[in-house]
Protein backbone atom coordinates (compact mmCIF):
# COMPACT_ATOMS: atom_id res chain seq x y z
CA UNK A 1 0.00 0.00 0.00
CA UNK A 2 2.85 2.67 0.32
CA UNK A 3 3.67 2.65 -3.36
CA UNK A 4 -0.41 3.89 -3.64
CA UNK A 5 0.17 6.31 -0.85
CA UNK A 6 3.29 7.93 -2.69
CA UNK A 7 1.47 7.79 -5.64
CA UNK A 8 -1.39 9.66 -4.44
CA UNK A 9 0.61 12.21 -3.09
CA UNK A 10 2.74 13.15 -6.52
CA UNK A 11 -0.91 13.42 -7.94
CA UNK A 12 -2.23 15.62 -5.81
CA UNK A 13 1.17 17.77 -5.74
CA UNK A 14 1.09 17.47 -9.70
CA UNK A 15 -2.76 19.10 -9.38
CA UNK A 16 -1.58 21.49 -6.77
CA UNK A 17 0.90 22.75 -9.01
CA UNK A 18 -1.34 22.99 -12.33
CA UNK A 19 -4.06 25.06 -10.77
CA UNK A 20 -0.95 27.41 -9.48
CA UNK A 21 0.28 27.44 -12.42
CA UNK A 22 -3.69 28.06 -14.12
CA UNK A 23 -3.63 30.67 -10.96
CA UNK A 24 -1.30 33.07 -12.22
CA UNK A 25 -2.28 33.29 -15.65
CA UNK A 26 -2.54 37.08 -17.07
CA UNK A 27 -4.94 38.22 -19.48
CA UNK A 28 -3.89 39.38 -22.49
CA UNK A 29 -2.60 43.30 -22.82
CA UNK A 30 -0.06 45.74 -23.68
CA UNK A 31 1.71 45.41 -20.59
CA UNK A 32 1.74 41.84 -19.74
CA UNK A 33 5.56 40.64 -20.47
CA UNK A 34 6.53 43.84 -18.25
CA UNK A 35 4.40 42.61 -15.44
CA UNK A 36 5.05 39.12 -15.80
CA UNK A 37 8.80 39.63 -15.86
CA UNK A 38 9.18 42.43 -13.46
CA UNK A 39 6.70 41.08 -10.78
CA UNK A 40 7.53 37.33 -10.78
CA UNK A 41 10.87 38.47 -10.06
CA UNK A 42 10.43 38.63 -6.31
CA UNK A 43 7.18 37.14 -5.69
CA UNK A 44 4.34 34.81 -7.66
CA UNK A 45 1.71 36.68 -10.03
CA UNK A 46 -0.92 35.45 -7.55
CA UNK A 47 0.11 38.26 -5.57
CA UNK A 48 -0.92 40.45 -8.26
CA UNK A 49 -4.35 38.34 -9.33
CA UNK A 50 -5.45 38.45 -5.85
CA UNK A 51 -5.63 42.04 -4.96
CA UNK A 52 -7.63 44.09 -6.61
CA UNK A 53 -6.54 47.68 -6.31
CA UNK A 54 -7.30 51.30 -8.07
CA UNK A 55 -5.35 52.74 -10.60
CA UNK A 56 -3.94 55.03 -7.42
CA UNK A 57 -3.41 51.76 -5.27
CA UNK A 58 -1.37 50.16 -8.13
CA UNK A 59 0.79 53.20 -8.12
CA UNK A 60 1.76 53.70 -4.83
CA UNK A 61 2.43 49.42 -4.59
CA UNK A 62 4.54 49.89 -7.58
CA UNK A 63 6.27 52.21 -6.19
CA UNK A 64 6.79 50.79 -2.85
CA UNK A 65 8.09 47.58 -4.87
CA UNK A 66 10.53 50.38 -7.29
CA UNK A 67 11.91 51.43 -3.69
CA UNK A 68 12.24 47.87 -2.53
CA UNK A 69 14.56 47.15 -5.84
CA UNK A 70 12.13 46.07 -8.54
CA UNK A 71 13.45 48.20 -11.46
CA UNK A 72 10.80 49.77 -14.03
CA UNK A 73 11.57 52.23 -16.86
CA UNK A 74 9.81 55.47 -16.85
CA UNK A 75 7.34 54.21 -19.93
CA UNK A 76 7.49 50.86 -18.53
CA UNK A 77 6.27 52.21 -14.93
CA UNK A 78 3.09 54.09 -16.92
CA UNK A 79 2.77 50.77 -18.75
CA UNK A 80 2.55 48.30 -15.70
CA UNK A 81 0.05 50.78 -13.97
CA UNK A 82 -2.20 51.01 -17.42
CA UNK A 83 -2.12 47.01 -17.36
CA UNK A 84 -2.89 46.70 -13.81
CA UNK A 85 -5.47 48.90 -13.32
CA UNK A 86 -7.31 47.90 -16.29
CA UNK A 87 -6.98 44.15 -15.21
CA UNK A 88 -7.09 44.05 -11.91
CA UNK A 89 -8.66 47.02 -10.37
CA UNK A 90 -11.61 46.30 -8.15
CA UNK A 91 -15.02 45.38 -8.89
CA UNK A 92 -17.10 48.28 -9.66
CA UNK A 93 -14.85 50.73 -9.90
CA UNK A 94 -14.69 52.99 -13.29
CA UNK A 95 -11.61 51.16 -14.81
CA UNK A 96 -12.52 49.70 -18.49
CA UNK A 97 -13.12 46.09 -19.05
CA UNK A 98 -10.08 44.28 -21.31
CA UNK A 99 -10.63 45.37 -24.77
CA UNK A 100 -13.80 48.11 -23.55
CA UNK A 101 -13.73 51.32 -24.30
CA UNK A 102 -13.52 53.69 -21.25
CA UNK A 103 -16.97 55.58 -23.04
CA UNK A 104 -18.93 52.16 -22.26
CA UNK A 105 -18.30 51.54 -19.20
CA UNK A 106 -21.18 52.07 -16.81
CA UNK A 107 -21.00 55.21 -15.33
CA UNK A 108 -19.08 56.32 -17.28
CA UNK A 109 -19.61 59.34 -19.89
CA UNK A 110 -17.89 59.73 -23.32
CA UNK A 111 -17.39 63.00 -22.67
Not at 16 to 22: D, L, W, Y
Not at 29 to 36: L, S
Not at 71 to 91: K, Q, W
Request: aromatic share 4%; glycine share 12%; hydrophobic share 40%.
Amino acid sequence: MRPLRLASLAAIAALSFGISAQAQELPEGKGKAVVRTACSQCHGLDVVTGQPRSREGWTDVVSQMIGNGAVLSDDDFNLVIDYLATNFGPAGQNTPVKGQPASTVPGKSGN
